[in-house]
């Protein structure tokens, strides 16, 4: 029976030693590797909510200056109409003063995204791929202008976000055939 109650009086004493020597080791400066962690994280969260909140700025600019700003293609295809030198320079020239802005400001880590968007007509497959090939022929406009190609991609979104629902109108469906251009962190 005496050693019974001599092995619970050290496994509480090793056990009350191990947490100590773990309180210990949070409550030192810089010490730990948990404190380390959750600062990290608590960093981490902070630096991902400053990046969505200028994103939701930034990118309201950048609709509204690629709305300002659109190009149009050729029915069906990925070539653009006659007239987009001065709309892609514009539009390229916006993107260029929001990434001079972020970086004086310190943010690093984004990238702009055109998405090119199409009508509801037709095989959502051949829509969805004909809208990553304009997507693909703004950005190459847009670099043609001066954007640096490592800070643009395109993605092809097909009719998966409409504008206008239903486009049953030739003027509807005008408004869905689009590109847009966005920031990601």
């Given at each position: 029976m ?7 009086l ?5 056990s ?15 010490g730990?590797d948990?404190k ?10 902070a ?7 200028i ?20 029915s069906?295809t990925d070539?653009l109409?006659k ?5 892609s320079k514009?539009?390229a020239?916006?993107?260029i ?8 400001q310190g943010?690093?880590g ?7 968007h199409t ?5 959502a497959?051949k ?5 990553m090939?304009?997507a ?8 043609k202008?001066?954007v640096d190609?490592n800070?643009?991609?395109a ?6 976000q409409?504008?206008v629902?239903p486009?049953?109108?030739p003027?509807k469906?005008?408004?869905n055939r ?6 990601r962190?």
């Amino acid at each position: 029976m005496n050693i019974k109650i001599l092995a619970v009086l050290l496994l509480s004493l090793v056990s009350g030693l191990a947490y100590a020597g773990l309180a210990d080791s949070l409550n030192k400066g810089g010490g730990g590797d948990l404190k380390a962690m959750a600062e990290s994280k608590s960093k981490q969260a902070a630096k991902d909510k400053a990046n969505k909140e200028i994103a939701i700025k930034v990118n309201k600019k950048l609709l509204a200056e690629g709305r300002k700003n659109q190009c149009s293609f050729k029915s069906g295809t990925d070539e653009l109409e006659k007239g987009c030198g001065t709309k892609s320079k514009k539009l390229a020239n916006q993107i260029i003063d929001v990434k001079k802005s972020l970086q004086s400001q310190g943010y690093s880590g984004f990238k702009f995204i055109v998405s090119g968007h199409t009508d509801s007509s037709g095989d959502a497959a051949k829509n969805k791929d004909l809208s990553m090939r304009r997507a693909q022929v703004m950005v190459k406009e847009l670099v043609k202008q001066g954007v640096d190609a490592n800070d643009i991609e395109a993605v092809g979104m097909g009719s998966e976000q409409l504008l206008v629902k239903p486009d049953n109108t030739p003027a509807k469906k005008a408004k869905n055939r689009r590109y847009e251009v966005q920031i990601r962190f």
